[in-house]
């Protein structure tokens, strides 16, 4: 975009934080995919963050906000404007009694082992989920039958044209892989409400779910977690592994054969590759189940370099 080198000189005279500029965003997601950002702005914290995204809206300039990139398709036409990233910023705990606040750039699996230490359970479900605490509330992370709805009591957001608001577990609007948090309200920080309980027991559970994980999941690859939300009462993994597609392949990319409702890297994949694995999984589901499966992943960003 025109001006890019201004943004990122202008914003460095702002942001007490990083900025870098023509950044690969396949550096930056867990598949391993995207084009560059025109410029990437780590904040120093939360107040960093605000005074960026105020300086950044007052200039117009096209801002996304992202954290670990584990649930996030990057375009190989990269992201126009800039990137803030709030993964390895923001990310203080803080623990009285049985209650946790966190900063949204926490990483979700510091949280649930620093819960385990001080005998806090109610995160167990999410040991090995990487993202970062805002973004598992944004996208209201779950497994094993629990979900980030089921502890967190309310969060700090910031609305796009710079007020702050609390937002109780009812604002934050949860629902199944869905929240009230979007590009126009970002959450900040959260506070989390767990239970005591014997730390071994927490251990013995986190060891159980992580097992469960490891057998069932491609740990080990490049991907973005589940494809595709589960269609209400079904199991989107099971329905395309029953059609046969394990193993499909477009490019680099690849329908896992451990869970097929994973697209692994297989080391060169692009974003086009992976948009169009997820395209034909689509088809092929609607043609042949009558199925319409909905993404669960984002897809941020454009097609191809301008
Ligand atoms: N299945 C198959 N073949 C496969 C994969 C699964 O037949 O290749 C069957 C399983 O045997 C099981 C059913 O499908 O009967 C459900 O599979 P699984 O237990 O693996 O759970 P899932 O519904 O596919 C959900 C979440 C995961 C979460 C797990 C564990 C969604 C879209 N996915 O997966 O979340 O880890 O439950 O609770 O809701 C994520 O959101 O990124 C994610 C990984």
Known sequence: MNGIANIASELRAVTGGKVLERVLMSGYTTMKVGGPADALCVPADTDDLCKSLDFVESRRWPCFTMGAGSNLIVGDGGIEGLVILMRGTMDSIEIEGDTVRAGAGCALTKLVHEAAREGLSGLEWAAGIPGTLGGAIAGNAGAFGSDMAAVVVEAKVRIRGGSIENWNNRELGFAY????????????????KLNRADKLEIQKRMKEIMEKRKAAQPLGEASSGSI???????????????????????????????????????????ASDVIGLIDEIRREVKSRRGVDLEPEVRIVGRETMK
């Open 177 to 192: 892989r869905n929240s009230s948090i979007t590009a126009d309200a970002i959450a900040l920080d959260a506070v989390l």
């Open 228 to 270: 595709f939300k589960n269609p209400a009462g079904s199991s989107a993994g099971r329905i395309i592994d029953e059609l046969g597609l394990k193993g499909k392949k477009r490019g680099g990319a690849m329908l896992s054969h451990v869970h097929a409702n994973f697209i692994v890297n297989t080391g060169k994949a692009t």
